[in-house]
């Protein structure tokens, strides 16, 4: 059995937090408890034995797939017989299990695998060590003019240590608390006790709600938050243009069949907007992975709609892993970055991308999770073709008697209904094709508001009276995308010879994008056949895109899942292979 262990190295938790929100999951699945715990091994996550309201620290050193056996180490207590309860933390979650084993030499124990795991979501927004610069003041009798340490931040929360003697009770209202960084910067707080509990070294720690009071300290907190939470990836805008060299460097402007020379003309555009993006984070986060030698990698994520965040223009250099002080360390972070900023904002309740599946770590990340999310019926994979199409180039279309124009009230109408008959309902919410959001006016302001263009026009072919299809055009500021995603055209039938209109819808949505400045427009074809009825040539006929989307509160489990597909080991689910 090895040295005996002292039970006194257990220490009792205090005042148990207050969770203020929290979503639950029983995982049953033999395979995904493999997954979740090899992730867990791989990552060095921590992890706690626990009996009742004592604690003890444990770390998961191995699993071996093949025997389903759990080892571990750092045990500074006797586990006996008995069925223990133990903590694993993955990204921002607790995963909960019992087990029961036997120690194998002093300090470890070996254990099978669990049959259930409970996971545990306590907080809406991750927590991050606080700077160790910051120095917090609150504005309490007695304790004015000392200084307290922050433990660690949130966007919406804080820790902090107390000192000896002091305590706070959950509830009170704390205002203004003072910040002051190592800058210089002085930012104030308002402050809610929300739980008291007990540090391992003896202190009591308080955790707080904390909200800005100005809109200055709202930036200010919000910067020191992103660093604390991201101390790798960068959204200044200051390396622009070593982005764009990025995208030639990692292959980025070679998907669908394009070249480097297909964008050049898009350059300018993109580094000018870049360089400001910094200060759009309201609609737009560029975020890149620097090291010594330059950029390393780059991903990006905008406002399209009212209420969704799409990631966009992924692109990563072939040696970058390198740099990488744990494999897949590069891509976990952009993705995590890019989600934390959506979540930033109140009004996030969808997160989608354009994807293209036979790209084998986009086929694991955003497929993978569709797949294992397609139980719950809350994710969608719309298939389509995104075909390039050029303004200048506009084939005579053969007469047929159409009009084109823009919708009447009752076209727009007509157009949501047939919509919401053909498409599911997070489609029309995310894409804001309701009645209510059609003309994008929300998002046009908002776009506005920071210099940016954004706007929705609806073209519809009539024969008569009668309205036959109907074109929905968008249009973004260039330089937003490379490949211009925000200049696009849906097009929806509206009678049984909806087809024969297209090629006009076509050669009207040319005219309406080159009055804009536009060299060209992508159209987004979710039906077989559309493609060839609209006259239009598919070069990139092995491409297979999807439209993905998920709601926002799955957003924290896709990061659970980016985190298992770049986790550095070889999965051992089939679908590793499908890649």
Same mark, same amino acid.
């Given at each position: 059995?090895?040295?005996?262990?002292?039970?006194?190295?257990?220490?009792?938790?205090?005042?148990?937090?207050?969770?203020?929100?929290?979503?639950?999951?029983?995982?049953?699945?033999?395979?995904?408890?493999?997954?979740?715990?090899?992730?867990?091994?791989?990552?060095?996550?921590?992890?706690?034995?626990?009996?009742?309201?004592?604690?003890?620290?444990?770390?998961? #050193?191995? $699993?071996? +797939?093949? *025997?389903? =056996?759990? &080892?571990? %180490?750092?045990? @500074?207590?006797?586990?006996?017989?008995?069925?223990?309860?133990?903590?694993?933390?993955?990204?921002?979650?607790?995963?909960?299990?019992?087990?029961?084993?036997?120690?194998?030499?002093?300090?470890?124990?070996?254990?099978?695998?669990?049959?259930?795991?409970?996971?545990?979501?306590?907080?809406?927004?991750?927590?991050?060590?606080?700077?160790?610069?910051?120095?917090?003041?609150?504005?309490?009798?007695?304790?004015?003019?000392?200084?307290?340490?922050?433990?660690?931040?949130?966007?919406?929360?804080?820790?902090?240590?107390?000192?000896?003697?002091?305590?706070?009770?959950?509830?009170?209202?704390?205002?203004?608390?003072?910040?002051?960084?190592?800058?210089? #910067?002085? $930012?104030? +707080?308002? *402050?809610? =006790?929300? &739980?008291? %509990?007990?540090? @391992?070294?003896?202190?009591?720690?308080?955790?707080?709600?904390?909200?800005?009071?100005?809109?200055?300290?709202?930036?200010?907190?919000?910067?020191?938050?992103?660093?604390?939470?991201?101390?790798?990836?960068?959204?200044?805008?200051?390396?622009?243009?070593?982005?764009?060299?990025?995208?030639?460097?990692?292959?980025?402007?070679?998907?669908?069949?394009?070249?480097?020379?297909?964008?050049?003309?898009?350059?300018?555009?993109?580094?000018?907007?870049?360089?400001?993006?910094?200060?759009?984070?309201?609609?737009?986060?560029?975020?890149?992975?620097?090291?010594?030698?330059?950029?390393?990698?780059?991903?990006?994520?905008?406002?399209?709609?009212?209420?969704?965040?799409?990631?966009?223009?992924?692109?990563?250099?072939?040696?970058?892993?390198?740099?990488?002080?744990?494999?897949?360390?590069?891509?976990?972070?952009?993705?995590?970055?890019?989600?934390?900023?959506?979540?930033?904002?109140?009004?996030?309740?969808?997160?989608?991308?354009?994807?293209?599946?036979?790209?084998?770590?986009?086929?694991?990340?955003?497929?993978?999770?569709?797949?294992?999310?397609?139980?719950?019926?809350?994710?969608?994979?719309?298939?389509?073709?995104?075909?390039?199409?050029?303004?200048?180039?506009?084939?005579?279309?053969?007469?047929?008697?159409?009009?084109?124009?823009?919708?009447?009230?009752?076209?727009?109408?007509?157009?949501?209904?047939?919509?919401?008959?053909?498409?599911?309902?997070?489609?029309?919410?995310?894409?804001?094709?309701?009645?209510?959001?059609?003309?994008?006016?929300?998002?046009?302001?908002?776009?506005?508001?920071?210099?940016?263009?954004?706007?929705?026009?609806?073209?519809?072919?009539?024969?008569?009276?009668?309205?036959?299809?109907?074109?929905?055009?968008?249009?973004?500021?260039?330089?937003?995308?490379?490949?211009?995603?925000?200049?696009?055209?849906?097009?929806?039938?509206?009678?049984?010879?909806?087809?024969?209109?297209?090629?006009?819808?076509?050669?009207?949505?040319?005219?309406?994008?080159?009055?804009?400045?536009?060299?060209?427009?992508?159209?987004?074809?979710?039906?077989?056949?559309?493609?060839?009825?609209?006259?239009?040539?598919?070069?990139?006929?092995?491409?297979?895109?999807?439209?993905?989307?998920?709601?926002?509160?799955?957003?924290?489990?896709?990061?659970?899942?980016?985190?298992?597909?770049?986790?550095?080991?070889?999965?051992?689910?089939?679908?590793?292979?499908?890649?």
């Amino acid at each position: 059995m090895g040295a005996p262990f002292a039970r006194a190295q257990l220490r009792p938790l205090s005042e148990a937090p207050v969770l203020e929100w929290g979503i639950r999951w029983d995982v049953t699945d033999s395979e995904r408890i493999r997954i979740i715990l090899a992730t867990a091994a791989a990552m060095g996550s921590s992890a706690l034995l626990r009996r009742g309201d004592m604690a003890s620290p444990l770390r998961l #050193e191995t $699993l071996e +797939l093949e *025997g389903g =056996v759990l &080892h571990w %180490s750092g045990l @500074t207590v006797d586990p006996g017989a008995d069925a223990w309860e133990v903590e694993v933390f993955g990204h921002g979650c607790v995963y909960r299990m019992l087990l029961s084993g036997e120690p194998a030499e002093p300090g470890t124990w070996v254990t099978p695998l669990p049959r259930q795991l409970i996971q545990v979501r306590r907080r809406a927004h991750r927590r991050a060590p606080a700077p160790l610069d910051l120095s917090v003041r609150l504005p309490l009798p007695g304790w004015l003019g000392r200084e307290r340490d922050a433990v660690d931040v949130s966007l919406h929360g804080m820790a902090l240590r107390l000192g000896t003697g002091e305590r706070l009770s959950p509830g009170r209202v704390l205002q203004p608390i003072e910040l002051r960084t190592a800058a210089g #910067e002085v $930012l104030s +707080l308002r *402050g809610e =006790v929300r &739980h008291v %509990s007990d540090r @391992t070294d003896g202190e009591l720690q308080c955790g707080l709600l904390v909200t800005p009071l100005t809109a200055e300290d709202s930036e200010r907190w919000q910067a020191l938050v992103a660093r604390a939470l991201h101390p790798t990836t960068c959204t200044d805008g200051a390396r622009v243009e070593e982005q764009w060299r990025l995208f030639i460097d990692s292959g980025y402007f070679n998907l669908a069949g394009r070249s480097v020379e297909d964008f050049e003309s898009r350059r300018r555009s993109f580094i000018e907007l870049g360089r400001q993006a910094g200060s759009m984070g309201s609609v737009l986060t560029e975020v890149v992975w620097p090291s010594e030698r330059g950029l390393e990698a780059t991903l990006s994520a905008m406002k399209p709609y009212r209420s969704v965040w799409m990631v966009h223009q992924l692109a990563r250099r072939q040696d970058a892993t390198r740099f990488e002080r744990l494999k897949g360390q590069m891509l976990r972070e952009l993705y995590v970055h890019c989600v934390e900023h959506a979540q930033r904002d109140s009004g996030f309740r969808w997160f989608a991308a354009y994807i293209e599946s036979t790209v084998p770590f986009t086929y694991r990340s955003h497929v993978g999770f569709a797949e294992r999310m397609a139980a719950t019926g809350r994710t969608l994979m719309l298939p389509m073709r995104m075909i390039d199409v050029e303004c200048g180039h506009s084939p005579a279309p053969p007469s047929t008697g159409l009009e084109l124009g823009p919708a009447t009230e009752a076209e727009r109408r007509l157009l949501v209904e047939r919509i919401a008959l053909t498409r599911p309902a997070c489609y029309a919410e995310a894409l804001d094709l309701r009645l209510e959001t059609l003309d994008l006016r929300d998002v046009t302001r908002a776009w506005q508001a920071v210099g940016l263009e954004r706007e929705r026009h609806l073209l519809v072919a009539r024969e008569g009276a009668k309205p036959v299809a109907v074109a929905v055009l968008e249009s973004g500021s260039p330089g937003t995308n490379p490949f211009g995603l925000l200049d696009s055209v849906r097009v929806f039938a509206l009678s049984p010879r909806a087809r024969q209109a297209y090629p006009a819808l076509m050669d009207g949505a040319r005219r309406w994008f080159a009055q804009r400045g536009r060299d060209g427009f992508t159209f987004l074809a979710e039906e077989a056949g559309d493609v060839e009825a609209a006259g239009l040539h598919d070069a990139a006929p092995d491409a297979k895109p999807y439209l993905w989307l998920i709601p926002a509160d799955l957003a924290p489990e896709f990061l659970e899942h980016i985190h298992e597909q770049t986790a550095p080991r070889p999965l051992s689910h089939p679908q590793k292979e499908l890649s």
